[in-house]
């Protein structure tokens, strides 16, 4: 949203996919944390984040070979979001594809934002991996 907004960075239809991953993680994990007295809802919301972020490593990964010019297939302009869910058209300043894939712009420490995710979200993926095995062992 920052590149966006501020640095006036137009989202591709990846972008917008990575966005969507996103916000099925941060559901999951506040769900995760509003139930956690009970363990079985809170193991389902343990697999819910654990999926979305491989969703969004997908995505991120994709990504990567987009700008790299290593991916076959096309990335038009339709987000594919269903008729009874149509983000783009509720939330258009968050959802809405304004550009094709190509490229990533610049991220941190010489890295393209592709790349920044695919590496962020490995780490966050082991993370949540780590945390629901701990979940599972100290269940009371």
């Known amino acids: 949203m920052f590149y966006q907004h501020v640095l006036n960075e137009p989202p ?35 697999v819910a984040l654990i999926g979305s972020l491989i969703g969004l490593l997908n995505r991120s990964w994709i990504a990567m070979l987009v700008e790299r010019g290593q991916y076959e297939g096309s990335c038009g302009m339709d ?14 300043n968050i959802f809405e594809v304004w550009t094709m894939c190509g490229y990533t ?6 890295l393209t934002m592709g790349e920044g995710l695919v590496y962020g979200v490995t780490v966050l993926l082991l993370v949540a ?6 979940d599972v062992l100290n269940k009371d």
């Open 12 to 46: 591709c239809n990846l972008c917008i996919q990575a966005r969507v991953w996103t916000l099925v993680g941060i559901i999951s994990a506040g769900i995760g944390l509003s139930i956690r007295r009970f363990f079985y809802l809170r193991m389902v919301a343990h």
């Open 79 to 92: 987000p594919g979001f269903p008729a009874w869910l149509p983000l783009d058209e509720w939330f258009p």
């Open 129 to 134: 991996i780590a945390a629901a095995i701990v």
């Open 105 to 110: 712009p610049d991220f941190i420490f010489g």
